[in-house]
């Protein structure tokens, strides 16, 4: 076999896009699917697969894929299942690797969440080549994370760690969070927690600015964006406002787990110095004095809509790294005991 | 060599603290000196060098160590340093690992900071036993913390990672904190924090208490559990609080690497269900939906006095097995490269 591929698979709330990925990290051929066109989960397999197929033949990569790695919402790695995942429309559990796996004829499979996919895309061909420890932040809808400590993905004893979306950034009337707890981060510094701030702000404050010529119910974080870009004072405040929150969550969790920098991911990370320059600020001015100036602020390297498919890649190795381990334990051999 | 010994040394603002541990984690024999006799570290060393050669010859030991490991305030596990230890008197910077295995005819030392070392010595000889995902907390005079993820104590890309008692608790109007911030955890829920809060209760309010008998300015934790203990409300209010804030803390520690369990560990967690029954409560309420009832509050199950030189005696054995280690890689060989 002179070409191994993998496939790396991005379940999203409304797509599901695949990509035939090569060695080095370049995606040969993608395509997608709509997420949500069947609600029965094995009827989305089949065609998943077919889908898949069509683009393996089209490439001349049938028998080619070593391991399919899948990034998904709610997706836990030690049990390859989706657990209550409110944008999908399966079911509480979905046994996703096991059916994928079975679909292509016994491929290894692999699971994770799509922060933890994104930030495996990252050490593996972005901004984090060759960090061991570095926390990947995604700001998009809510606010996801991926935590790399020794080079490996933070699971937790469940599978499930790493929702630094939902730390609670104010303990007291907090903003209610779709969680239904209240205060957490994800309530102000995700694209909708930006249009919430604009909505507050232009309702308790009276200043001129240009967002009042907008409906106030419809208002979004890109509206806020053009007019912080366009000068208006009211919208570079609500700017401030995200990234002093976000800076100093962020000093919270460089006293958790020391890394070498915090990569900005998603939608609202394009918003470039209008929220890095008040979160570096409030990091710096925040952070314990042993952490002073080493934790870098990055913006991810990948283009958002590959970095899914790649990081999903890259677990794709992993899982066929997996298998072929798995497949040298020689089960049936005692475990020699070490006498003292 | 019939029977193996490390030494586990643990470096205390008034003691240090030395045992010789077997294989099966017993400590044979231990004895301490004073640590801040001497000003120069290397007549520090001196003196900890001879005391334990008489205690290894006292016990038949001699030659039988294969490791050192050592818990000290801010010692760093890459380095083998200490640096800028608030309560050492040998200046900024101490390369205690160099110096301490130089002494000892070069037996290989490890270092870590003491709250590292009472999480190894949990996850070795303690309630952690088995665990690979679980957090320490130390509640003494500071509040510390040794975080476990993958069965590998988290050090950050510094060495100086899980700093949770310098979380912010209190964003606004927090009470200063020994590091020159404010808000911090450890400004709450160490032994003085709840002191400090036993002050401000007795000053704020007017409830009778049987602690308005004490000098107010000189009141410590134990005067305060005592009081609980004999059925002072106020008291007991007091405890309600740090718990409560100990376990807002702690449901946030959790969403980072959801732990199997919590530890609790040092003077303070000694006071039982006053102190755990509110940070329980606290933590099921504010925890992640996901999480709910998973990680477990527990309490240390080593002696004090034992705990910190056992989690060092557990890093010895860690130096041993990473000096055979470097010993057995061939420096001189090129690393062949892999062609696609």
Redesign the interface.
């Given at each position: 076999m002179s070409k191994p591929y993998v496939l790396g698979i991005d379940i999203g709330g409304t797509n599901t896009v695949f990509g035939i990925v090569n060695?080095?990290g370049h995606i040969v051929a993608s395509d997608s699917i709509k997420t949500k066109k069947h609600t029965n989960f094995d009827d989305y397999v089949a065609e998943l697969h077919e889908s898949v197929e069509r683009l393996l033949e089209a490439n001349d990569a049938k028998d080619k894929i070593q391991g399919i790695g899948i990034g998904a919402p709610?997706g836990n790695y030690y049990t390859g299942e989706i657990?209550?995942a409110p944008n999908l429309p399966w079911g509480p559990r979905v046994q996703l690797a096991e059916k994928v796996s079975r679909a292509f004829g016994g491929i290894p499979v692999a699971v994770t969440n799509d922060a933890n996919a994104a930030a495996l895309g990252e050490m593996t061909y972005g901004a984090a080549r060759g960090?061991?420890?570095f926390i990947m932040i995604t700001l998009g809808t809510g606010v996801g994370s991926g935590?790399v400590?020794?080079g490996?993905i933070?699971?937790?004893?469940?599978?499930?760690?790493?929702?630094?979306g939902?730390?609670?950034?104010?303990?007291s009337n907090g903003r209610m969070c779709g969680?239904?707890?209240s205060g957490c981060l994800e309530a102000y510094c995700s694209a909708t927690g930006v249009a919430r701030t604009a909505r507050e702000f232009l309702e308790l404050r009276t200043e001129p600015s240009t967002l009042r010529n907008l409906n106030i119910d419809t208002i979004t974080s890109k509206d806020v964006y053009d007019a912080a870009m366009g000068g208006d004072k009211l919208a570079k405040e609500i700017f401030n406002f995200t990234g002093t929150i976000l800076g100093?969550a962020l000093?919270?969790?460089v006293?958790?787990?020391?890394?070498?920098a915090i990569i900005l991911f998603g939608g609202l990370a394009k918003s470039g110095d209008l929220l890095l320059k008040p979160i570096q600020e409030a990091l710096d001015k925040?952070v314990?004095?042993?952490?002073k100036g080493?934790a870098k602020l990055l913006l991810s390297e990948l283009k958002e809509s590959d970095a899914a498919v790649l990081g999903a890649s890259a677990l794709g190795w992993e899982a066929k790294y997996r298998a072929d381990m798995a497949s040298q334990i020689p089960m049936s051999v005692d475990t020699p005991e070490v006498k003292?």
């Amino acid at each position: 076999m002179s070409k191994p591929y993998v496939l790396g698979i991005d379940i999203g709330g409304t797509n599901t896009v695949f990509g035939i990925v090569n060695a080095r990290g370049h995606i040969v051929a993608s395509d997608s699917i709509k997420t949500k066109k069947h609600t029965n989960f094995d009827d989305y397999v089949a065609e998943l697969h077919e889908s898949v197929e069509r683009l393996l033949e089209a490439n001349d990569a049938k028998d080619k894929i070593q391991g399919i790695g899948i990034g998904a919402p709610n997706g836990n790695y030690y049990t390859g299942e989706i657990l209550n995942a409110p944008n999908l429309p399966w079911g509480p559990r979905v046994q996703l690797a096991e059916k994928v796996s079975r679909a292509f004829g016994g491929i290894p499979v692999a699971v994770t969440n799509d922060a933890n996919a994104a930030a495996l895309g990252e050490m593996t061909y972005g901004a984090a080549r060759g960090m061991k420890d570095f926390i990947m932040i995604t700001l998009g809808t809510g606010v996801g994370s991926g935590i790399v400590i020794n080079g490996q993905i933070v699971y937790g004893h469940d599978g499930f760690a790493g929702e630094l979306g939902h730390v609670i950034v104010k303990r007291s009337n907090g903003r209610m969070c779709g969680c239904g707890r209240s205060g957490c981060l994800e309530a102000y510094c995700s694209a909708t927690g930006v249009a919430r701030t604009a909505r507050e702000f232009l309702e308790l404050r009276t200043e001129p600015s240009t967002l009042r010529n907008l409906n106030i119910d419809t208002i979004t974080s890109k509206d806020v964006y053009d007019a912080a870009m366009g000068g208006d004072k009211l919208a570079k405040e609500i700017f401030n406002f995200t990234g002093t929150i976000l800076g100093e969550a962020l000093a919270d969790f460089v006293a958790f787990s020391s890394p070498q920098a915090i990569i900005l991911f998603g939608g609202l990370a394009k918003s470039g110095d209008l929220l890095l320059k008040p979160i570096q600020e409030a990091l710096d001015k925040n952070v314990l004095n042993i952490f002073k100036g080493k934790a870098k602020l990055l913006l991810s390297e990948l283009k958002e809509s590959d970095a899914a498919v790649l990081g999903a890649s890259a677990l794709g190795w992993e899982a066929k790294y997996r298998a072929d381990m798995a497949s040298q334990i020689p089960m049936s051999v005692d475990t020699p005991e070490v006498k003292e």
